[in-house]
């Protein structure tokens, strides 16, 4: 009954855009973002627990086309390793319903109590733009993230933030 109800929910929220010539994704728009990730929502060989918020922010360059830039803050085994990343990539999204494919290449520094090193770490992700309003919206995803100095700084994990569209 739930199922149905949130079913109902995204159906209402998105048909706002069905009939719309503009679709929220157009061009020359830009885009804003919070997110978090927890230790219930990503998985890393090398880690017990895991928090990390991120900061987006994007230009949609062209119609279902934005470049993207991305800071994240990410605390692992309870603080003991920071982890600090920065990085610019791609998003696309697939016309008026929301869902969106992306890429980001960042730079991540680790620092630790015995540990210390710079990382290159492209990431994948995936994920769904649920409308709450006009501008608002509530970005679940899904994501890889690859270490090349050690794949057990490798993860993969679920990140929900809000977003902002003008």
Request: aromatic share 16%; with cysteine; proline share 2%.
């Amino acid at each position: 009954m739930a199922a149905i109800g949130l079913m109902m929910a995204t159906v209402s929220v998105n048909a706002q855009y069905l009939n719309d010539p503009e679709t929220p994704f157009t061009e020359g728009k830009f885009y804003v973002s919070a997110s978090a990730s927890s230790a219930s929502f990503s998985y890393s060989k090398n880690t017990d627990f895991k928090l990390g918020l991120n900061a987006r922010a994007g230009y949609l360059f062209l119609d279902n086309v934005m470049a993207l830039g991305v800071f994240e803050f990410v605390g692992q085994n309870n603080f003991d390793i920071l982890t600090t990343q920065i990085g610019a990539g791609a998003r696309y999204y697939f016309e008026s319903c929301g869902i969106y494919l992306g890429a980001i290449a960042k730079y991540a520094h680790v620092k630790s109590s015995d540990v210390s090193f710079s990382d290159f770490r492209p990431e994948i992700h995936a994920g769904y733009c649920f409308f709450l309003g006009e501008h608002l919206t509530l970005d679940p995803e899904v994501y890889y993230e690859h270490s090349f100095k050690d794949s057990d700084y490798s993860g993969l994990g679920v990140r929900i933030g809000l977003g902002v569209y003008f």
